[in-house]
């Protein structure tokens, strides 16, 4: 059996995911009667990323999704990049927003000035001025749900990293 095909289109911080069927109809709404709760859940992320259960929505995740982020901005050094938490959101999506949770693949890849985000507190406290990096923690929580988290050699020169 042949695995249909999924467009993935990256922007800046986010994706968008469009199966064959969106293609045919391409409309993502949800039916009047979603059975919809009003409490963001974490199902796989604590903290970070949270989504609404939507276990009768017209569109599901699917599973075997594989999903490419490419983060190129920095948000304020002193606080968590924005974009991270919407990493979380993805994988939370898949843990458990939808009917049952599904399996999902998830690399980001660091490019420009998110390449910073990666650095140890030690490095990072260097170049910022600040007491820690506010992103480790979250990057560790990526990292231990699966999530391959991948720096651009080229960016991590340009910024003056070995």
Do not use: W
């Not at 569109?59 to 490419?68: A, E, I, M, R, T």
């Not at 939370?92 to 980001?108: L, Q, S, T």
């Amino acid at each position: 059996m042949q695995r249909p095909l999924h467009v993935v289109v990256g922007f800046f911080c986010g994706i968008l995911l469009i199966t064959p069927q969106m293609f045919k109809t391409f409309h993502l709404f949800l039916p009047p009667k979603v059975n919809a709760t009003n409490e963001r859940i974490y199902p796989a992320i604590q903290e970070h990323g949270g989504v609404f259960s939507l276990p009768n929505a017209s569109y599901q995740p699917l599973s075997g999704s594989k999903l490419l982020v490419d983060l190129t901005n920095n948000d304020d050094p002193n606080k968590l990049n924005s974009s991270l938490d919407k990493v979380a959101r993805y994988l939370n999506i898949y843990a458990g927003a939808g009917k049952e949770p599904v399996k999902v693949e998830i690399a980001v890849v660091f490019h420009g000035d998110a390449t910073l985000n990666i650095l140890n507190n030690k490095a990072y406290r260097l170049k910022y001025s600040t007491e820690k990096n506010p992103n480790i923690s979250l990057l560790k929580k990526l990292h231990a749900h699966g999530v391959k988290l991948i720096v651009c050699g080229q960016s991590l020169r340009t910024c003056g990293q070995n």
